[in-house]
């Protein structure tokens, strides 16, 4: 029976992210067009939302060519290594709360407390390490990027192969930094008891620097604009994925969104309260006075739910808004940025947060959370000023450089 | 459930093994190092095994997530070494080495294995913690409190060997660099800035 | 109960802080020199961080030895003024007291350990001032540092992962100090990549040796309490007190591939054939810090692991009959040793290759002091403790001379082959001297400290039953003589290929002056030190 649950969810999951991956591109192409004052995709249905089921189509019939050159094993098995942990990470995600036990309150309940009769069938795995899995899966995205690059034997896919690794590895330091500091506040590493945390005040109030750090280091996980130099176009011919077409590429494509999708989510569960949404516990007591528990159950689960999937199209809508708006940065910037700016970020908020919550762990959390926001956002704001600053002397030192003799001879 | 449990830890204990066999005698370089993260999966789904999520994820987390992919970058930096070239003597007398190997194998392993009294699964050992409980199992608190009390020194020490090995892959790094051109300094740098006022 | 940090066990640490200080101060203060490509600011660079070096571990050296109070001890009815109470607390940190968490003992081995190794990081500092390293002097020097602050706390651990961290910590800065800074690029690298694969195979080794034994020292507590402490050499011991628990295999299996690890690390017989290479290939003062004081960490962490851990292992010399324990094992490695090692450096006309190999028997006699272990007699085993640390000392303090000498010859001659050193002593007969000095206390000819070492290695193990032991060391001695003499042959005799004088550096005169000074001293005068080294007789909870 157990089993059974187990793989339905599994399968509704993964049908749920494909589907959700699927429009999730139609979403972007129409906003895209929004902002470039274009009209998109609107033919294929009532506004274009046949659209991903031409597509796929079309990807599905394309032919599927192995270049001669290419390493045949790898050059398979790297579409199916970006795929796998984009799925898997939805492992530990806690999407909702909907109790099967029927009984709704247990899930505003500390977790340990008299969480006995508790499953939660709007999470498939609630492991007391969920945050370190969320971790661990994210950082062995990056094989199928690179390997793909290696394995087709071209140059354009080599360099966005080799740009992919040094890319991913910086950034997933500055996002693992940052994840710690939501980690320290919460005291716990699973996902079930972090969305539990976050029940009066969301970890983005106190965790704002970390939560920007996080923001920007999973635009650089996800290699979107503005940190696309993987498979920027222009110079690369689309990197890593030159040699790909057909439902290869289709699959790269949709490990890209659906990553999307997932980094997202995990934004959500830890900084963005989960599926908590104000005057939830109440919805339940009102539904539950009026129509009994099981009713209540039902209602909090599918309200949870349309919680957390709202919260995730923001963050979503927030990616596309980046695409639309900003060029890519250049190669020396990204390492600059990773390196420089975010991982010191990162570290300055882990140190201030373990000074402020191990200096008065009985604190009032609202009164922790505007101190840590203060502090945060003091810190942000001396970033920026160093930065700037940092900008016009080099413009100065290079003026300076080039007028004595007028320029290079 | 034993029964389960142990054919469960046969099939990760042959797939560690053949994939280390496979790192050894792969031919290609970075078929030989997919291989070796196979093993570092199969160890993970070892310490599972073991019920040691923490391990388990942090072996992924470290060896996969991490080392590994730096060793793939580094081999596709130098691209050159992943082709042919790499077979030629080494697999020659490849049974010389077998044989030495399997001589030393028997003489060292053998008989400790064999006089070994190993605890057969019928006297099952005495489990510590209070009346026979088992101990609870090391959590990351555990093991965060561990890292500042009985182990503080080590802990520290592994920090200033993290210090050495980012000094010494400097030194291997910056060492042509600094031969083919100048590279300014912090204080030099600094100097240059200041010059324009 | 476990134990913890006490603030008051920084002072008993202080050593190993102040290594570490150093080191930072030595990679900042680089990045603010001037970095020029001409010859004369890279030498204003090195000038810099070189004397840095030197002078902060001539600091070290006398804190540890005032902290060690073998020199002066602060009477208890001393006033109180401000420097009187520093002093006081130094000493307070001094060798006493229980290991620190379990894993630091700060006993009489770890003090003369210290003394040892910090004393020859310094000569080795003195050496590399007029021996330059190729390139990053910043690096140079704060990875010797570090390497320093490693073999401090091998010589000092008590517990295995201390333990083996502080092996990575001395050999991964050897690692990149072998093959990174020498001009001659492609041998240097060559010297560090053999060095390191060896040496990560060894530290593979240890580690394998090192889980087993804890998998069984754990496995032995019946219904024992929680694990946390059976890393330490106490309680494996304790653990492994019982018939049936000595008796086992798997903690001999385990023992084993701890002796086969570190034995790579000091380079006894099956395990040596990286170090001639690495000698060759690396700068010859670094050469002279490998051959000296990661040798001589090596051995104090192989006699503590040996002593505390498996004091129950010990078993007899004997050959034939009662065959068994460390003992039996070391006797083999140690005849092994000393035979092939003095065999192979016969035919050797390189100069560092020839002392690679010696070193190489050296490590055989050092093996040797621990036969006295095969003795049930504490006064045999505390006479067996005491030839092996004088033994280091001496080895310590030739080996850097004699490479020192080797230095400057090679750095003003040209080269370090037999044919290079022909006729020195007309050229220079200063620098043909002190050669003469060091190479004869290798060879064991009296005056010298080397004669002494050797004779007391050979009555502790003699009185322990080993004599066949100590008859391969007799006769493989006077073999090693022939190739000592060949190096005076060539000096002394031979004639001159120029007769144009040969320059001294000043820093190394100094280096090598002071080195003979204390081959002489200790030959001559050895209750200077073994008065002190007799104090080592209770390692921590022996």
């Known amino acids: 029976m157990h089993i059974v649950i187990i793989f ?271 005057g939830l516990k109440l919805l339940g007591e009102v539904v539950s006075g009026a129509a009994g528990a099981g009713v209540a159950t039902v209602v909090v689960g599918i309200v949870s739910l349309l919680s957390f999937l709202l919260k995730v199209l923001v963050l979503l809508f927030l990616l596309v808004w980046l695409r639309a708006s900003w060029p890519r940065v250049r190669y020396d910037m990204l390492m600059s940025i990773g390196w420089k700016w975010l991982l010191p970020l990162a570290f300055i908020n882990v140190v201030v947060t373990a000074v402020v919550v191990g200096l008065a762990p009985e604190m009032n959390p609202l009164v922790q959370g505007i101190i840590l926001l203060i502090i945060g956002v003091a810190v942000l704001w001396g970033a920026t000023f160093l930065s700037e600053k940092q900008r016009s002397n080099l413009k100065v030192a290079a003026k300076a450089a080039v007028a004595p003799t007028g320029g290079r001879q | 459930m034993q029964l389960l449990v142990q054919v469960i830890f046969v099939l990760i204990a042959a797939e560690i093994v053949g994939a280390a066999v496979m790192v050894v005698t792969a031919k290609n370089i970075v078929h030989a190092a997919l291989w070796l993260i196979a093993s570092f999966c199969g160890v993970g789904a070892l310490y599972l095994l073991l019920e040691a999520e923490f391990l388990a994820v942090v072996q992924v987390l470290v060896y996969v997530g991490a080392i590994s992919i730096l060793m793939l970058f580094a081999i596709m930096l130098t691209r050159h070494v992943t082709g042919k070239g790499a077979e030629t003597s080494l697999y020659q007398r490849w049974w010389v080495g077998l044989i030495v190997a399997a001589v030393l194998f028997a003489a060292v392993i053998a008989p400790t294995v064999l006089a070994h009294p190993w605890e057969t699964a019928t006297a099952a050992p005495a489990l510590p913690g209070e009346t026979g409980q088992p101990a609870a199992m090391a959590g990351i608190v555990d093991l965060g409190r561990a890292f500042v009390e009985e182990y503080l020194l080590p802990f520290e020490i592994a920090a200033v060997l993290l210090l050495v090995g980012l000094v010494g892959a400097i030194v291997i790094a910056f060492e042509e660099r600094a031969a083919r051109r100048h590279i300014p300094t912090l204080a030099e740098e600094v100097a240059h800035r200041r010059q324009p006022e | ?226 694990a946390n402490d059976m890393t330490q050499f106490l309680r494996i011991a304790q653990a492994t007190a019982t018939e049936g628990a000595a008796a086992s295999k798997l903690l001999t299996l385990g023992m084993l591939f701890i002796i086969a690890g570190v034995g790579y690390k000091v380079a006894v017989i099956p395990f040596h054939s990286w170090s001639p290479d690495v000698y060759e290939g690396s700068l010859t003062p670094i050469t002279a810090f490998l051959s000296t004081a990661s040798k001589a960490a090596g051995f104090l962490l192989l006699y503590r692991i040996l002593v505390t851990a498996f004091p129950n292992l010990t078993g007899t010399a004997e050959i034939v009959s009662g065959f068994g324990g460390w003992t039996s094992l070391l006797a083999v490695l140690a005849v092994a040793t000393v035979v092939l090692g003095n065999l192979a450096a016969l035919p050797q006309r390189n100069l560092k290759r020839l002392l690679a190999w010696s070193s190489i028997a050296h490590a055989g006699f050092v093996i040797m002091a621990l036969m006295a272990w095969a003795s049930p007699y504490a006064s045999t085993r505390s006479m067996g403790t005491s030839a092996l640390i004088y033994y280091l000392v001496v080895y310590t303090v030739t080996n850097i001379g004699a490479f020192g000498a080797l230095a400057v010859a090679s750095m003003t001659v040209g080269g370090d082959t037999m044919e290079h050193l022909r006729g020195l002593a007309r050229r220079n007969l200063g620098l043909a001297t002190l050669l003469a000095i060091f190479v004869l206390s290798l060879a064991g000819i009296p005056p010298m400290g080397g004669f002494l070492a050797k004779f007391y290695i050979f009555m502790a193990a003699w009185q322990s039953g080993a004599w066949w032991v100590v008859m391969t060391g007799v006769v493989t001695t006077m073999i090693g003589l022939y190739y000592y003499l060949l190096i005076l042959k060539a000096t002394f005799i031979e004639e001159p290929a120029s007769t144009e004088p040969v320059p001294m550096p000043t820093w190394m005169n100094a280096t090598l002056i002071t080195s003979a000074v204390l081959v002489l001293l200790l030959g001559v005068f050895p209750n200077l030190v073994l008065t002190t080294i007799d104090q080592v007789k209770v390692v921590a909870g022996m």
């Open chain 1, 8 to 278: 339905l969810q599994v399968l509704i999951t993964i049908l749920a992210v494909s589907t959700g991956f699927a429009y999730l591109t139609l979403f972007e192409r129409r906003m895209l067009a929004r902002f470039q004052n274009r009209v998109g995709p609107n033919r294929a249905g009532p506004w274009g939302i046949f659209q991903p089921l031409a597509d796929a189509v079309k990807l599905f019939f394309k032919e599927d060519i192995i270049p001669s050159a290419a390493d045949k094993g790898v050059y398979l098995l790297a579409p199916a290594l970006a795929v796998i942990p984009a799925l898997i990470i939805w492992a530990v995600i806690p999407m909702g709360c909907w109790n099967i036990a029927g009984d709704y309150q247990a899930c505003f309940a500390a977790p340990g407390a008299d969480g006995a009769g508790f499953y939660n069938i709007l999470q498939i795995a609630d492991v007391n390490i969920g945050v370190l899995y969320l971790m661990a899966v994210t950082s062995i995205g990056v094989y199928g990027i690179t390997l793909a690059g290696w394995a087709s034997n071209s140059k354009y896919s080599m360099l966005g192969g080799i740009r992919s690794a040094a890319q991913l590895i910086s950034y997933e330091l500055a996002l693992g930094t940052a994840i710690l500091g939501a980690v320290m506040m919460a005291d716990t590493l699973s996902t079930r008891e972090m969305v539990f945390r976050q029940a009066g005040l969301w970890f983005a109030v106190p965790q704002f620097l970390a939560f920007v750090v996080f923001l920007i280091s999973a635009t650089a996980e996800l290699v979107r604009t503005p940190f696309d130099l993987v498979e920027a176009e222009q110079e690369l011919t689309c990197g890593y994925n030159t040699e790909y077409g057909s439902m290869k590429f289709a699959l790269f494509f949709m490990s890209e969104y659906v990553k999307m999708i997932a980094l997202s989510a995990i934004g959500v569960t830890l900084f963005l309260g989960g599926w908590h949404f104000p």
């Open chain 3, 1 to 226: 109960m476990p134990v913890f940090f006490q603030i008051s066990d920084v002072p008993r640490l202080l050593p190993e802080l102040l290594l570490l200080v150093l080191a930072l101060l030595v990679l900042g203060s680089d990045m603010f020199e001037r970095w020029g490509e001409d010859e004369e600011s890279r030498f204003e660079r090195v000038r810099a961080a070189g004397s840095l070096t030197a002078i902060g571990l001539g600091l070290i050296f006398l804190i540890t030895l005032l902290q060690s109070g073998y020199v002066y001890r602060l009477p208890a009815d001393a006033p109180q003024n401000f420097f009187l109470t520093i002093v006081r607390n130094l000493q307070n940190g001094g060798p006493v007291g229980d290991p620190v968490v379990g894993s630091f003992a700060t006993d009489h081995l770890t003090m003369i350990g210290r003394l040892v190794l910090i004393g020859a990081a310094f000569l080795v500092s003195l050496l590399t001032l007029d021996y330059r390293p190729a390139n990053n002097p910043g690096e140079f020097y704060a990875l010797i540092l570090l390497s320093t602050m490693g073999m401090c706390l091998m010589a000092a651990a008590t517990e295995l992962i201390t333990a083996y961290l502080s092996v990575e910590l001395t050999s991964i800065p050897l690692y990149i100090l072998a093959g990174y800074f020498q001009t001659n690029t492609r041998q240097s690298s060559e010297a560090g990549m053999k060095y390191f694969l060896f040496g990560a195979l060894s530290s593979g080794l240890i580690l394998y040796g090192m889980s087993l034994v804890f998998g069984f020292a754990v496995a032995s507590i019946p219904g024992g309490a929680q």
